[in-house]
């Protein structure tokens, strides 16, 4: 089954914790992106990957890192968390980028508490 | 920069049909998506757009006009179960082919 796979489902850490979440695409697909979700303000882009070892900023990138050295995963990485990153985390994938129907695919989403 | 509106909330009755509209200003386009996510669930795609005119599938239709910014996605016969938001998103080559979201429209379902 084609999927986008996120884990954990569910976090809750302390400030200052080190933590990862862990996106995995089984569709072969170039473009991978990570997204959070708050209310009121819709999805926003945190950073995207045109392809493996390419990676750039979206438009709230400050307190994330991301590595993309397969082509398949695209770990999230918050090295040091604070509260304003409690929201509802979303890593999407598709395929290629220039024309045609490159539709989004969506892991389930990770809902991440920092307290 | 990128400005995607949609409106916030709509209500409507099962059965009937529903429009919700979105407008967009972006620096570029590479086409037009409208998804369905319910609460605390993933988005799904329902509709793509990159040409002038309208797309139909099923019960969802979706409309571009490029000249005007302008897209709206058709609910036909609505049933309770299309309770849910409703996100606009546009593709930008200008910022890396990113998908520029709206805040998205929550629609209600009434009997």
């Known amino acids: 089954e084609a999927q986008v796979t996120q884990n954990p489902r569910y976090l809750i850490t302390v400030t200052g914790k080190k933590l990862t979440v862990t996106c995995s695409q089984n569709m072969n697909h170039e473009y991978m992106s990570w997204y959070r979700q708050d209310p009121g303000l819709g999805l926003r882009q945190i950073y995207y990957?045109?392809?493996?070892?390419?990676?750039d900023k979206g438009d709230v990138p400050e307190g994330y890192k991301v590595s993309r050295k397969e082509k398949r995963n695209f770990p999230l990485i918050l090295e040091s968390p604070s509260p304003n990153q409690t929201s509802l985390y979303f890593c999407?994938?598709?395929?290629?980028f220039g024309g045609g129907n490159t539709e989004a695919f969506f892991g389930q989403g990770t809902r991440l508490t920092v307290v | 920069g990128q400005n995607i509106d949609q409106p916030t909330e709509m209500t409507a009755t099962e059965g009937a049909i529903v429009q919700i509209n979105c407008t967009y200003q972006t620096s570029g386009f590479n086409g037009l998506f409208w998804y369905q996510q319910h609460a605390g669930e993933a988005p799904t795609f329902l509709s793509y757009n990159v040409l002038d005119g309208l797309e139909e599938k099923g019960r969802f239709s979706s409309f571009l006009s490029r000249s005007k910014g302008y897209s709206y996605l058709l609910l036909k016969e609505l049933q309770m179960k299309d309770s849910a938001s409703y996100l606009c998103a546009v593709r930008d080559p200008d910022s890396g082919y990113a998908l520029n979201f709206g805040k998205g429209t929550s629609l209600l379902v009434t009997p």
């Open positions: 990957s045109m392809n493996v070892e390419v990676t």
């Open positions: 999407a994938s598709s395929y290629g």
